[in-house]
Structures are given as C-alpha cells and as structure tokens.
C-alpha cells in the first residue's frame, strides 16, 4: 500500500505519515462530559495511519457499532525526530498544523472502559481519522487562541478555544518524547473540545480551526 502523505497549503511538499499519537480528555469540559476526570498527564493512545482519509472522503460506518461520535481536534505534525525533548527542542519539532477529526465507537469505549481494558478498537477502524491539509509553521505559528469548530448538518455542535486545552502542545511533545522517539512525518492529535455528539449514515461534517484549515466529510454505510 502506498504511504498515505500529508499535503500542504500554498505548497507542493508533501511528507508521509507515521504514527498518529492522540492525546485523550485534554478540554476539561470534554472530560466532564463523559464523566471523567482531568488527567495530570497526557492519557496517550495511538492509531496507526491505515485509519487515515482525508477531507473530502467518507468516513464508513463500522456495523458493529451503533454510537460513532465526532471529535474535532487540532492536529501536530512533526517535522524531525525527537527524543527527551526540552521546550525549546519541542517547540523546533512542531512542523505543521492541521485540522482532524478522531472518529470513536462511544459504546465500544464505555464497554472498554467498564471492563478495565484497552481503548484501541473503539479509536482503530478504516476510515477513523480524518485529516485536512496543513499549515507549515513557517507560514503560519500558532497562537493557541485559534477557535475550533465542528457542524454536523450545519448544525454547531463543538465550539471552543485551543487556550482551553490542559496541555499545549509543547507540554505534550515533551511528555510523549520521554516514552517514545517521535519522527518526521508523525501526527499529534490533541484531544478534542465538549459537544461530541452521535452520527449516522448521511450525516455530513464540517470542521475546522481559525487560520489553521477546515475539513469535509460524510458518514455512510458500510456497504456503500
């Protein structure tokens, strides 16, 4: 299969995905609404890049579910490997922004979750993360003041601030990169605001972070 590569805005670069590191429960408000607690440090998870579409295409409904729920996020990507980092040397890691959204099997997850075992299955399907161009840093540096968005139908669903994260960016860079190296082409995904909400085969999602970018997607069946 042929690497799955990000693209850039005003630029011809592209760069392959690696491995996709998400950050889980950092808005406080997002935790509260699934009934968990802030975390004192980044709850890490990982989806591997077969998981990846992109903006335009169709997330597919997996039928051993009957609770997929959005979650838009602001995605990292990384621009050279990285280990131990400091924050100046997390800070020079940061590459690229993008807009992403981590598709998840609510009840899958609570099902987990009650059980005491390992979120994968219910963040790792075809289709699970959806991802727009991006931003290079040199083009545009984050404030993390940016708004963050997510309709479904044109209905607002997700509405917040990336200062509202627990954890900047750097902060996560720096407490991954003590447990595992990160390398050119991996992707961050941050953690999502409050609003996730159920959707279902012909639902449509759009989504997107102030200056960063914006996303499409549609939900379908898996036999479409």
């Given at each position: 299969?042929?690497?799955?590569?990000?693209?850039?805005?005003?630029?011809?670069?592209?760069?392959?995905?690696?491995?996709?590191?998400?950050?889980?429960?950092n808005?406080?408000?997002?935790?509260?609404?699934?009934?968990?607690?802030?975390p004192?440090?980044?709850?890490?998870?990982?989806?591997?890049?077969?998981?990846?579409?992109?903006?335009?295409?169709?997330?597919?409904?997996?039928?051993?579910?009957?609770?997929?729920?959005?979650?838009?996020?602001?995605?990292?990507l990384?621009?050279?490997?990285?280990?131990?980092a400091?924050?100046?040397?997390?800070?020079?890691?940061?590459?690229?922004?993008?807009?992403?959204?981590?598709?998840?099997?609510?009840?899958?997850?609570?099902?987990?979750?009650?059980?005491?075992?390992?979120?994968?299955?219910?963040?790792?399907?075809?289709?699970?993360?959806v991802?727009?161009?991006?931003?290079?840093?040199?083009?545009?540096?984050?404030?993390?003041?940016?708004?963050?968005?997510?309709?479904?139908?044109g209905?607002?669903?997700?509405?917040?601030?990336?200062?509202?994260?627990?954890?900047?960016?750097?902060?996560?860079?720096?407490?991954?990169?003590?447990?595992?190296?990160?390398?050119?082409?991996?992707?961050?995904?941050?953690?999502?605001?409050?609003?996730?909400?159920?959707?279902?085969?012909?639902?449509?999602?759009?989504?997107?972070?102030?200056?960063?970018?914006?996303?499409?997607?549609?939900?379908?069946?898996?036999?479409?």
């Amino acid at each position: 299969m042929r690497m799955k590569e990000i693209s850039f805005r005003n630029s011809e670069e592209k760069i392959g995905i690696g491995k996709i590191v998400c950050v889980g429960r950092n808005y406080a408000k997002h935790a509260a609404e699934l009934g968990n607690e802030v975390p004192k440090f980044p709850i890490i998870f990982i989806k591997p890049s077969s998981t990846v579409i992109f903006s335009g295409e169709s997330v597919v409904h997996p039928d051993y579910s009957d609770d997929l729920h959005h979650e838009v996020e602001l995605v990292i990507l990384i621009g050279k490997d990285v280990k131990d980092a400091d924050n100046i040397s997390a800070e020079d890691a940061i590459y690229g922004y993008g807009v992403g959204l981590d598709m998840t099997l609510r009840d899958l997850q609570n099902q987990f979750k009650d059980k005491g075992e390992p979120w994968t299955l219910a963040k790792v399907f075809d289709t699970a993360a959806v991802l727009s161009n991006f931003v290079k840093k040199e083009e545009y540096n984050s404030e993390l003041n940016e708004k963050i968005w997510l309709k479904v139908n044109g209905e607002i669903k997700q509405s917040s601030s990336l200062n509202n994260m627990v954890f900047n960016p750097v902060e996560i860079i720096k407490f991954i990169s003590k447990r595992m190296t990160l390398e050119k082409g991996d992707l961050i995904m941050t953690g999502t605001p409050e609003g996730v909400s159920r959707v279902v085969p012909g639902d449509s999602i759009e989504a997107g972070i102030e200056n960063i970018g914006e996303l499409k997607t549609n939900i379908i069946h898996k036999n479409n």
